[in-house]
Nanobody, 126 residues
């Protein structure tokens, strides 16, 4: 079992930055691909970013490319999401997730992730 806890959310003005962190316990995140998703009330949860276990491969949703950076520290069992140039449309609850090994689902598909944090609210004011 993996327990994930996000932190770092808050209220920020448009153009500002936030750094989200996801801390894992219960087992090591080594060999697990990790992802960040976000959800707005009334909408489905959407993919934001993913990172391979070695951090050699990183993927981003088109609207966040060039603004967000996903990173991980396997020694500390953490995964971070640095968010710069934030926009009001980035407002959402952000979730950290660990991808299920050998899942048939794409890294953008939430069904491929077996462990989730409780989420952290990010609000960007205009």
């Amino acid at each position: 079992q993996v327990q994930l806890v996000e932190s770092g959310g808050g209220l920020v003005q448009a153009g500002g930055s936030l750094r989200l962190s996801c801390a894992a316990s219960g087992r090591t995140l080594n060999n697990l691909q990790m992802g960040w998703f976000r959800q707005v009330p009334g909408k489905e949860r959407e993919f934001v970013a993913a990172i391979s276990w070695s951090a050699g491969i990183r993927n981003y949703e088109d609207s966040v490319k060039g603004r967000f950076t996903i990173s991980r520290d396997n020694a500390k069992n953490t995964v971070d999401l640095q968010m710069n140039s934030l926009k009001p449309e980035d407002t959402a609850v952000y979730y950290c997730a660990a991808r299920t090994p050998r899942t048939p689902y794409s890294y953008t598909d939430e069904r491929g992730y077996g462990y989730w944090g409780q989420g952290t609210q990010v609000t960007v004011s205009s």
